[in-house]
């Protein structure tokens, strides 16, 4: 194939400074959940990025001094020289495949309560930080901003020393350049009231970083032009315009963000992509300097659009760059079809909040790079020529058969409907979901270039069609159905009334069943599904109600940067919600519920009640095949394995994970499947000036 000429523009070099990126496509920095603790998996999973062709590779937050720390984030660090070999690893891993690398430089000064090393924060106002922590921040006096001069400096020629080719001056939502900058500064000296005076710490932080890096390193500035809550803050055609203007040619690129990392990055369900080009649309007009802007950009269309129409000189995509590491070279090599697309649902993001290595709903080898020797494009080659039997097309069999067939198995993927895709092509017909589908999408559009590979529909196997159909391995991903009575987190006996007509299941809802009168939807799942049915139901005409006993609607879309959009979404809706109750009852007219704390009792109308607690397996097959072993055994099946949901009900990443990983591991014994243990290590080495081991 050869590259379609529309898109040539995208690798054509860009000068950053005294550098030269060799195409337009740019990973700003993003978290990643191993950073400083885990350097060697942080470094491969930039260095696959280079080996994908992304030019530009930046680092995540990299903060300078203790006293301004993230933890329990996962982040970098260059507090002192021993942190110079955890960068100068990644930079190693980017330059190996003629990649540029750039460290985010950062100082997170009265954001955070520096939970770890319990000095006192900070900023440019006194003033309690950001989280609930009991603690406070003090106002920066001029000793703190010249200390913080000193710390930057220093910073900057570590990262130097490390090898990186850009430092990124990060004016982002945590850090105190961008807190200064913000017209919610109220400092009343020289670095607050005007614009000027605001700028004033960006601006000596840009200055600092010019002349520490004497030229050998591009210097590069990410900061927020709009702030998206109005005239309280930065509005880009305002404020944001004028400090570009102000600073406009100080750094060797601009690389703007809109709002916090909620605002920045929203989910496909609340935003498209390319959302964000009325805002950062001016900056070009400002600065002659290159521009970077994000969208979650996964379609070369778009790309290329935002380059000749003078918008963008360089594409910026963090969360297409986790879900295909390669997107650069398949638009280059002329395979624009392969490219695996990000679905917008910020399981990324998650897995950061969490402190766990990057994990990716449609990418499984995300963060698995060193940890496991995974790679996004490549797999090893089948070690036998057994046949294997694939029952069920949801995500995780679809991707056990993908990976499969790419390794070079022969492969037949049953499905008992005429549709594949299972779970994932229900829930992509939700409201906001429609992205999602690309799960299934990316995995059927492969499976059709394998001859190996044989899909049946309608295929609906008992235990007898599986042992008399010769596979030596059958691996089971039938999937899972939502419980209907109420046995969850909440509750582990089925909730009195539960038993009645009018009480639904999400897949009933989803197969459009779907009850009249007012409707209770009880949320023990605090994921998407209780919301999401919660606004069908609404946009079809019922009085609705969530019920939750945690202490917010959809509690664990605080990762995935949603619970806010979801409050006022349902909200604007007319979705009435009650949190800290938990459903007791169930009548013919009305629920019972009880308050979570005080036990005190209270009663709704409700005709009917949605469900959204638990899933059951369906293994049924899996037990008729194990209840008569020497059968199974006389059939020549070698092995019988359930994955996904099937064996136990999760979120859709964890179902692509575990068919790629039954993929991977299909030949090789468990005691030689990789996981690679990364461990802070002790070194013998004495720290000078003292006989204590470092």
Known sequence: MTRDPRYDVLFEPVQIGPKVARNRFYQPGHCNGMGRLRPRGHARMRGVKAEGGWAVINSEHCGIHPNAEM?????????????????????DEVHAHGALFGVQLAYSGGFLANRLSREVPVGPLARPVSEYDPVQARAMEKDDIRDLHRWWRAGVQRAMQAGVDIVNVSGQFTVAAFHFLSPRNRRTDEYGGSLENRARLLRELIE???????????????????????????????????????????????????????????????????????????????TTKPVVGVGRFTSPDTMASLIERGVLDMIGAVRPSIADPFLPKKIEAGRSDDIRECIGCNICVASHFHAVNLRCTQNPSAGEEWRRGWHPESIAAKGSGDA???????????????????????????????????RVSRESRLPGLAAWARVRDWRTSQLDKMPNVAVYRDSALDAADVRGFGARHVVLATGARWR?????????????????????????????????????VFDDDHYYMANVLAELLRQAGREVTLVTPAAEIAAYTVNTLELERIARHLDELGVATITHHNLLAIAADHVLLGHVYTERERTIPAAAVVMVTARLPHDALYHDLKAEPAATERAGIASLTRIGDCLAPAAIVHATYAGHRYAQELDTEPSKRLFRHELPQLHPKRAEGSGHEV
């Open 71 to 91: 933890f329990p984030e996962v982040v970098l660090t260059l507090w002192d020289d021993r942190d110079i070999p955890i960068l100068a690893r990644a930079c």
């Open 484 to 520: 209907g009575d109420g046995v969850g987190r909440a509750h582990n006996d089925p909730v009195p009334g539960s038993e009645a007509a009018e009480v639904y299941t999400p897949d009933d809802i989803m197969a459009g069943n779907l009850p009249d009168g007012p409707v209770v």
């Open 388 to 422: 294997v039997l694939v029952v069920g097309a949801g995500p995780a069999g679809l991707e056990a058969a993908r990976a499969l067939g790419q390794r070079g198995y022969a492969v037949t993927l049953a499905e008992a409907t005429q549709e594949l895709g299972g």
């Open 208 to 286: 600092i970083t010019r002349e520490a890096a004497k030229g050998e390193c591009a210097v590069t500035v990410r900061v927020i032009i709009d702030e998206l809550i109005g005239p309280k803050g930065l509005q880009a055609h305002e404020d944001g315009k004028a400090m570009i203007e102000h600073l406009a040619e100080l750094p060797d690129l601009w690389d703007v963000v809109v709002g916090t990392w909620e605002g920045d990055s929203a989910t496909s369900r609340f935003a498209p992509e390319n959302v964000h080009e009325p805002y950062f649309a001016f900056v070009k007009s400002v």
